[in-house]
Nanobody
Framework: QVQLVESGGGLVQAGGSLRLSCAASGSISRFIRMAWYRQAPGKQRDLVATTTRGGSTNYADSVKGRFTISRDIAENTLYLQMNSLKPEDTAVYYC????????????WGQGTQVTVSS
């Protein structure tokens, strides 16, 4: 069974930075896409960023220019670098992995809390 474990969340002031990590139980090279989602209390889970095995990236308009998604194949880890954080970024952040392109994400982590204070 594939396991994804997020870490790096916490409390930060507006304008600050955090780097989230998603450690996989095995090689992440077998996943065609990996992604970060987030969910605020009482809200639906929204896509934040995606990255493909070929290196393409995609970002939600709300985080473009502030967040960067990346993969470290050797360490089996997905990252999300978050800069210039805003209170509206407050949410639980989840990583996900897809085995077949555009067929939906097959594996999900348990999430890590990010809280941005004003």
């Amino acid at each position: 069974q594939v396991q994804l474990v997020e870490s790096g969340g916490g409390l930060v002031q507006a304008g600050g930075s955090l780097r989230l990590s998603c450690a996989a139980s095995g090689s992440i090279s077998r996943f065609i896409r990996m992604a970060w989602y987030r969910q605020a209390p009482g809200k639906q889970r929204d896509l934040v960023a995606t990255t493909t095995r070929g290196g393409s990236t995609n970002y939600a308009d709300s985080v473009k220019g502030r967040f960067t998604i990346s993969r470290d194949i050797a360490e089996n880890t997905l990252y999300l670098q978050m800069n210039s954080l805003k209170p509206e970024d407050t949410a639980v952040y989840y990583c996900a992995a897809e085995q077949r392109y555009l067929r939906g994400y097959d594996y999900w982590g348990q999430g890590t809390q990010v809280t941005v204070s004003s």
